[in-house]
């Protein structure tokens, strides 16, 4: 995203080794996971009381059955996350690492809820237990169907231990009497042993390291307009380097609680979703950027390429400009400036960080499911917990204008190479039409046209 959910092919060049270069992968694997979000929040949407329920066109048993089938997708995202990430970070995965996580997955949770009822930390006990009255006696036993505490973390970190198990193991040889179960076949086995002891180091640290995460998720949902701002500022900074998905991921998913219909739900989008009467806020300042801002520095870079390259410079700005309008969508507009003119793309991050903390301060509130677009503005424009949608449009247009004069005014007063100003000769798709099928379609059209006259 560029807003938030960014497009895998518009991945930034390689940079980097060891750590940098494994957390580069793991934040490309987390948008195989993400792109559920869509289909989750559409279901879980339509399924509300003010669309298809009792106060929006009054079919109750359709609106059950849709928001069952989106609140079926959020409570079992640690596992799509585990799965996502699992073939998203192993090289050359095929369905036996898929199989490796789900299997990995059940059985860390079965033993992590195990550890956590064995334990002496009250507040994770309360998460996996319930009561049961059998014989007339109330008795505590594990409640299988709650939700792990660690939420999409354990399923994250199932997945990467599954995708390096398919990567060591996936050629293993075994003696002749056991060669059944060598190659592709022993992943999932060493996966299910792994995970098991996983969710017994977990059952130990997770007391430790749930409540830190806890508290800085506090603290930063906590800070107000500071949190958001220094939210956006960070998302925005790690987009060139593929990275912004782990922030995104902790503060969509897990910082933050809510109790709702069904249970406790974590994260800004879950919170929002759910219906949360303070969950939004960390969400509704990516709309005047993505939406008005970033197709505001699409027409700067249009209107400041020569007069002899806008036609072709003008099909792909207008084009991605109208992807971020409606879909949120922008990586097509920060890519064609990021590199060229990273002066550009430090006021893009600045204007990020004063929408979002400016929005948070104002109480405003929206949330989305893919991405900060037209889309998602449509769909929860009239949700009770949306609060300050005109102020989120009006400062939309203040930032359309407040791009487009900065930008234009930047790229001509330090002659930025944006799309169109490149030296002639070099390779672009304004100097070759070519590059782009749909500007080259342009070009024969109209060269027809001309040859028509």
Same mark, same amino acid.
């Given at each position: ?11 930034? &060049? ?18 195989? %996971? ?11 949407? #339509?399924?509300?009381?003010?669309? @298809? ?24 995202? %640690? ?94 040889? @075994? ?14 086995? +060493? ?28 603290? +930063? ?12 500022? +960070?998302?925005?900074?790690?987009? %060139? ?11 969509? #998913? ?135 949608? &005109? ?6 247009? @203040?930032? #359309? ?17 944006? %799309?169109?100003?490149? &030296? ?30």
């Amino acid at each position: 995203m560029s807003s938030v959910t960014a497009a895998e092919g518009s991945a930034a &060049p390689r940079r980097g080794s060891g750590a940098f270069a494994v957390l580069q992968r793991i934040g490309r694997s987390l948008m195989l %996971p993400i792109a559920v979000l869509p289909a989750a929040a559409l279901l879980l949407r #339509f399924g509300q009381d003010d669309m @298809l329920g009792k106060d929006g066109l009054g079919w109750n048993s359709v609106a059950s059955v849709v928001g069952e089938a989106g609140n079926a997708l959020f409570q079992f995202m %640690p596992l799509l996350f585990a799965v996502g990430v699992a073939i998203g970070f192993a090289k050359k995965a095929d369905g036996s690492t898929a199989l490796a996580a789900v299997v990995g997955y059940l059985v860390f949770d079965r033993v992590s809820k195990v550890m956590f009822s064995l334990g002496d930390n009250a507040e994770l006990k309360a998460k996996v237990m319930m009561t049961q009255v059998a014989d007339g006696a109330p008795k505590e036993v594990i409640n299988w169907g709650a939700k792990n505490p660690t939420d999409v973390l354990g399923g994250i970190l199932i997945g990467v231990v599954a995708a390096l198990l398919y990567q060591r193991f996936y050629r293993v040889k @075994l003696p002749v009497y056991l060669a059944f179960f060598g190659g592709r076949r022993f992943v999932p086995i +060493v996966t299910a042993l792994a995970a098991l002891a996983l969710g017994v180091v977990i059952g130990f640290v997770w007391p430790v390291l749930g409540g830190l995460l806890a508290d800085f998720g506090n603290w +930063v949902t906590g800070a107000g307009a500071a949190g958001a701002g220094i939210y956006g500022v +960070v998302n925005r900074l790690l987009l %060139p380097f593929g990275l912004h998905h782990i922030p995104n991921s902790l503060i969509w #998913f897990v910082f933050g609680d809510y109790q709702g219909a069904d249970g406790v739900v974590h994260g800004e989008i879950n919170r929002y979703l759910a219906g949360d009467p303070n969950a939004g806020g960390f969400l509704a300042g990516f709309f005047p950027v993505l939406m008005f801002g970033l197709p505001g520095a699409a027409l700067a870079m249009w209107r400041a390429a020569p007069a002899h390259r806008r036609p072709a410079v003008g099909g792909i700005m207008i084009s991605a400009a109208l992807t971020a309008f409606v879909t949120g969508v922008t990586e097509p507009i920060e890519f064609a400036f990021m590199f060229v003119a990273p002066v550009l793309y430090a006021v893009h991050v600045v204007l990020t960080g004063i929408s979002m903390a400016v929005l948070e301060a104002a109480g405003a509130q929206l949330g989305f499911g893919f991405s900060a677009g037209g889309i998602d503005m449509l769909l929860n424009m009239t949700k009770d917990n949306t609060k300050g949608l &005109p102020l989120i449009l009006g400062m939309g247009v @203040l930032y #359309f204008v407040l791009y487009y004069v900065i930008f234009k005014f930047l790229i001509q007063k330090f002659n930025f190479a944006t %799309p169109g100003r490149e &030296p002639e000769g070099e390779d672009s798709v304004a100097a070759d039409p070519a590059a782009s099928p749909e500007i080259a379609a342009g070009e024969k059209k109209r060269a027809r046209k001309a040859e028509a006259h």
